[in-house]
Structures are given as structure tokens and as C-alpha cells.
């Protein structure tokens, strides 16, 4: 996929496409772990932390998403990112990743991390956080330990 192809701008929080977006995101993770350690939000909650949220497009499409949430001054997290099945494995996770931490970068942000699951569906998603230079760490914000979860870090 070309680079001229994808573009990423701010998303609309009312637009009911990123809204069913999210809505099929969530349905995704159902089946990854109990409830209680699946740590995807819906858009309300996302707007409730304050999180900055970007779309990916692709010929007038909606093909990904994700956020970027406080945790403490200077330290933010990636949250709620999803690429449309669909389209997995072309790159678009990798350029919503690089714009988030880009992002994160030019405000002075000094260190952004991330929950991830630990069952298989999201092995591609930790090798692309490994391959941005994130690293295992512990939990951090309100997170606790829990089997389900792999907590990464790296500095912005």
C-alpha cells in the first residue's frame, strides 16, 4: 500500500461509522479473554479520558483507528487501535502507531505505553509494538496484573 493511499486525520466521535467502528472492535475481543481483563473502550469512554482519537481512510473508508490517552503528566497510552480485518497485514497498524507516537513526540510526551492481550489474536499486534521499540513492563495507570494482559513501554 502506498503511502499516499492511507490518510489520517482526527476522528469525528459522533460519526455513527467510527461508532459501529468500535462497536465490531469490541464484538472482536469478546471471545480473547473473561470481561473483566478486556481493556478496549467504547468511544464514550474513550471521550471521557480525554483521548485523542484518530481515523485511517482509505478511498473515502474507514479502515482504522485508534487513540492516545493520558495516564500522568508526560505519560500517555495507546489505546483502542484496530485496522479492519480485512485489510490486516498492509501496513495501515504500523502508520496509525507511527502517527500516535509521532504525536505523542512533538508534545513533549516523554513515555507511552500500552495493554495488549496475551492470547495468540494479538501476537501480530505485540510484534508490531516490539518492532517500535516498545518493551514488556509492568502494569502502569490503574492496570493490575492479569494473565490476559501484556503491558509494554517505551520512551516517546
Known amino acids: 500500500m502506498g503511502r499516499m493511499d492511507l490518510s489520517i486525520a482526527p476522528a469525528d466521535l459522533d460519526s455513527p461509522e467510527l461508532e459501529a467502528f468500535v462497536v465490531a472492535h469490541l464484538a472482536e475481543l469478546e471471545h ?49 487501535m484496530r485496522t479492519d480485518p480485512a485489510l490486516r497485514g498492509r501496513g495501515i497498524g504500523r502508520r496509525l502507531l507511527d502517527h ?24 501480530p499486534a505485540r510484534r508490531l509494538y516490539a518492532s517500535a521499540g516498545f518493551e514488556p513492563c509492568g502494569p502502569f495507570g490503574g492496570y493490575v496484573e492479569d494473565p490476559h494482559s501484556v503491558f509494554m513501554t517505551r520512551p516517546a
Open 32 to 80: 480473547t479473554a473473561p470481561e473483566e481483563s478486556r481493556h478496549a473502550k467504547p468511544l464514550i469512554a474513550l471521550q471521557e479520558a480525554a483521548a485523542r482519537v484518530w481515523v485511517a481512510g482509505l478511498g473515502g473508508r474507514l479502515v482504522g483507528m485508534v487513540a492516545l490517552a493520558p495516564v500522568e503528566p508526560l505519560h500517555e497510552e495507546v489505546k483502542s
Open 100 to 123: 500516535v507516537l509521532e504525536n505523542a513526540h512533538v508534545r513533549d510526551v516523554e513515555r507511552v505505553s500500552l495493554e495488549t492481550g496475551s492470547a495468540e489474536f494479538f501476537a
